[in-house]
């Protein structure tokens, strides 16, 4: 039990630092926001799932979160990330990557760089 509070301290404050700047009512909301590219929210996603708020602990998807954000240029995420990584092994780090990209939205996804415009066929007369 004397482990459990300061435990228990120290995931909240962790949450409650990026929550604070944020109005979201419920993991739902965070959820909603992290899916349509909020990095602070993505970033509070990787800890509900790292530390089990809301949800079974799971290391890939909080994986999955940290790098999205830590793309968009969150400095925390990125070092929760390089932590994280350092005990999961090379096959859940490469699932937590090819999981990133599907737990956004497309729309929220910046586009997808374009090579030579295509020609539309010519028509047959």
């Known amino acids: 039990m004397t482990r459990i509070l300061p435990t228990l301290c ?3 404050s962790l949450v409650s630092g990026t929550l604070a700047a944020a109005e979201w009512k419920g993991p739902e909301d965070i959820r909603q926001a992290a899916r349509q590219g909020n990095p602070e929210a993505q970033l509070e ?5 790292e530390y089990g708020f809301f949800m079974a602990e799971n290391e890939v998807p909080a994986l999955a979160w940290y790098i999205l954000a830590a793309e ?18 090379p096959a859940e780090i490469a699932q937590a990557q090819r999981l990133g990209p ?11 760089p374009q090579g030579e415009p295509q020609r539309a066929p010519a028509k047959p007369q």
């Open 45 to 49: 996603m990787g800890i509900l799932y």
């Open 102 to 112: 599907t737990l956004v939205k497309a729309d929220a996804r910046p586009p997808a």
């Open 72 to 89: 968009q240029g969150s400095e925390r995420a990125a070092r929760l990330r390089d932590k994280l990584k350092r005990n999961m092994t």
């Open 10 to 12: 120290i995931i909240l």
